[in-house]
């Protein structure tokens, strides 16, 4: 029997991977100005840095490190993470309430694993993170969309859903969020919070982007006002020091952070060590904020720039402004179609990811995502002149 | 609501984590003589010469490394990995039918994920790795156990059970088998891949042991007999190079393979880069084998005085004599139970794993497993004398 009959299982059936990563393989041409990622500059990256520590951290405890790990976590990185989430993230939590992940996607799948059963109901933002959306439907769970304004999500639809719907998780990014770059308002952030225990609802908040931010005041995390225990915090050293690395974190409750270690048990044993140590080197010796501002400095003119372009650019009706992040998020006029015209622009040379992957019900095929953090100040000039062809061409 | 109502998804009704991972917790004594993990020793990690190599990479690449990598995995690893498989597996493949992963346990996860509903049936061996019997029951799969022999699994009962079960997968450790040290026998390697495409069944094959050889003659993977695609192949380099790196990968053919690499977009995204480009560099430079060689000596030293003291060791009824690997599983004599005397040995100050574990049905209190790696001869002749006090005492 030829392997061709092989029955794969029924949490694949309308899955058909990464709609962005598939963009990606299109843009591996030479020249291309690429909107469409959501990577870190390549000045971002500390590989010198990161060469000297790897090999200090080997030289010295080198035969733990290449050892086999706990799942819990690196415990040294487990213990850093505490006064950095205090820190940073405004919660407090013990060293056994966070568990150091491959990269805050591994959270979202073990948060999943932990909670989901088919027909589960999860609400998202409307849009959100298509990756995580992929991730929620490949446990087959339903997904409830809930639109935003320019205060993030709004709770008033929010709570009906709660009470009609009884979903177990509501997944939400509230800083600078993937793709529209908004921020929820710290009245929503305290809402949230008291919802969740209120209906009995996981919240999976997801925060990457928070220490990227060129203006305005840090806000308090949602968890930072969870009395009960139904948030889950997951965190990313992608965006501030490595994506290659794979590290993350997730803070929970000490119930459902058991059920997440069992996960990962059967995920990958447990996250590579040296990468975790490196983390934590940059937690103790203090290098992550000052790395976090060089980098913050150039990002915000690299927005600034985008943002002042997108102004004059033909056909383009609406865009969010955001405080920090990677993303701005923006609308064509009615009837044009950012799907379409992703080709014309292809052709020219610059490339964005259309809006309607965002959306969990799909449509909006007027918006589209850009990315400003890859881009030179050069390149963002030239690729905006070339939308702004593309576009007013078709507007 | 206090967050003790979080309803938890069914997956997790009857897991309650590793056994192994629990026991392993009890070993932290001081001083304890540990007959019971499945780590390399510490003379086997190569710490000084990872630290030179990850400086290096850093230094050379660290701007790719660091960034965002495919999911596909890093393609100087693919590439490397071909002669590689080759070379030490027999098997041909291409740079794109093999997938870089987490270490080989992400594999056995993407594979259930692709394949597994709820209610499918895997057949495993009986024993086997209770890791990997975790990671499928998470999915909710039936275990269906087949029984060994010296030779292997039994193929006329395998051929038994896929005539009238149709199992979706057999997992199966071909080489230096967990627990056992068991090594397929060549005609069954050739009649278990002419099986899996006469019934439709992939065979999952871990084989993570094989470079660990002290005696007898090398023999092909079952994927070397296999014409039609139905044998996905599981390798790891924990055991010869760092478990904490957690570097595998899974060769199949590619429709299949396409569903994992979907998969492990959810998983967590890639592994991390530098960890890929490691192990790439051990591959690409001729590191590996060498280094190999150098562990195979001690090992078979350690296996070697293991087995001389077995034959003279009270209460023991039978035992494996593997030809490489690190495990040996050995039998009490009946109505002894491995289990309860485990408390006594770790009290004396030596530790096993009570063999019951690795059945799927449980039963077999009699049986246990004993590592020899992470010993010295001196703590295996010490060892293996408490453990004779104690049977002794108990026959």
Redesign the interface.
């Known amino acids: 029997?030829?392997?061709?009959?092989?029955?794969?299982?029924?949490?694949?059936d309308g899955?058909?991977?990464?709609a962005i990563?598939e963009i990606f393989k299109l843009l591996a041409v030479p020249g291309m100005i690429s909107f469409a990622?959501g990577?870190?500059s390549?000045d971002a990256?500390?590989?010198?840095q990161?060469?000297?520590i790897?090999?200090?951290l080997?030289?010295d405890k080198?035969?733990?490190?290449?050892?086999?790990?706990a799942?819990e976590g690196y415990a040294p990185l487990r213990e850093s993470l505490v006064p950095y989430l205090k820190d940073r993230f405004s919660f407090t939590c013990r060293a056994d309430e966070v568990l150091p992940v491959?990269?805050s996607?591994?959270a979202?799948?073990l948060l999943c694993?932990?909670?989901?059963?088919p027909g589960?109901k999860v609400v998202v933002e409307n849009p959100t993170f298509l990756?995580?959306m992929?991730?929620i439907r490949?446990y087959q769970a339903q997904l409830l969309p809930v639109d935003s304004d320019e205060d993030g999500i709004k709770v008033d639809e929010l709570e009906e859903v709660f009470k009609s719907e009884h979903p177990?998780m509501l997944y939400i990014i509230p800083t600078f969020q993937n793709p529209t770059g908004r921020t929820l308002s710290l009245e929503r952030r305290k809402k949230i919070a008291q919802l969740a225990?209120?209906?009995?609802v996981?919240v999976a908040e997801d925060d990457p982007y928070r220490d990227l931010r060129y203006a305005g005041q840090e806000l308090p995390s949602i968890k930072s006002f969870d009395a009960?225990?139904?948030v889950a915090f997951m965190g990313s050293f992608?965006k501030v020091?490595?994506?290659?690395?794979?590290v993350g974190f997730l803070a929970a409750?000490a119930?459902?952070l058991?059920?997440c270690?069992?996960?990962k048990?059967?995920?990958?044993?447990?996250?590579?060590?040296?990468?975790q140590a490196i983390v934590d080197a940059y937690l103790r010796r203090g290098l992550l904020m000052p790395h976090v501002e060089r980098i913050c400095q150039s990002y915000a003119q690299q927005m600034n720039t985008m943002l002042g372009l997108l102004s004059k650019c033909g056909g383009v009706a609406r865009y969010t402004r955001p405080q920090g992040g990677l993303f701005i998020f923006a609308e064509l006029q009615e009837g044009m179609d950012a799907a379409k015209l992703l080709m014309n622009c292809v052709d020219k040379g610059v490339a964005y990811v259309p809006g309607t992957h965002f959306y969990a019900g799909g449509g909006h095929e007027n918006t589209f995502r850009l990315n400003f953090s890859m881009s030179t100040i050069e390149q963002i000039e030239r690729g905006m002149a070339l939308l702004n062809e593309v576009f007013s061409a078709n507007s």
Chains 1, 2 share one sequence.
Not at 113 to 117: E, F, G, H, N, V
């Open positions: 029997m030829n392997a061709e009959n092989i029955r794969f299982a029924s949490r694949f899955i058909s991977g990464s990563r990622g990577n870190p390549v990256l500390p590989d010198a990161c060469a000297e790897a090999r200090e080997l030289l080198g035969k733990i490190l290449l050892q086999y790990g799942t491959t990269g996607t591994q979202m799948d694993k932990a909670l989901i059963d589960d990756g995580n992929q991730a490949l177990k225990a209120q209906y009995g996981v009960e225990g139904w992608s020091i490595s994506p290659g690395l794979r409750n119930a459902l058991r059920k270690v069992i996960g048990q059967s995920s990958d044993v447990h996250t590579a060590n040296l990468n």
